[in-house]
């Protein structure tokens, strides 16, 4: 099973960034997406899920109304774009499957599957 995050960068206060993640290894459709986020000296924190069954989403409340997550089954990859971003949205961003197909969950240790993480810095 191999997760690729890629679209990490610099970027300024209030500007967009879009992160993808390409799954591969299992039935992408079967399982639920999320994306968390780890800043410096902070433990890694939930940011976003979509369910597999229905495209349902969930987001944390930091980023919920300026963060947006999709899914696109045909071409196994899941994007986080991210608007209006803020100092505090600097952190390394992971994309990640729980331990088994058809099972959600918003928490870290229920995922078994992570990508190498990609680097979002928000400068003021």
């Known amino acids: 099973v191999q997760l690729q995050a890629s679209g990490g960068g610099l970027v300024q206060a209030g500007n967009p960034l879009r992160l993808s993640c390409k799954f591969s290894?299992?039935?992408?459709?079967?399982?639920?997406m999320g994306w968390f986020r780890q800043a410096p000296g902070k433990e890694r924190e939930f940011v976003a899920r979509?369910?597999?069954?229905?495209?349902?989403?969930y987001y944390a409340d930091s980023v919920k109304g300026r963060f947006t997550i999709a899914r696109d089954n045909a071409e196994n990859t899941v994007h986080l774009e991210m608007n209006s971003l803020k100092p505090e949205d600097t952190a390394v961003y992971y994309c990640?499957?729980?331990?088994?197909?058809?099972?959600?969950?918003?928490?870290?240790?229920?995922?078994?599957?992570w990508g190498q993480g990609t680097l979002v810095t928000v400068s003021s």
């Open positions: 979509v369910r597999w069954y229905d495209g349902e989403k």
């Open positions: 290894g299992l039935a992408f459709s079967r399982y639920d």
């Open positions: 990640a499957a729980p331990k088994r197909s058809a099972f959600g969950s918003q928490a870290a240790d229920m995922y078994r599957y």
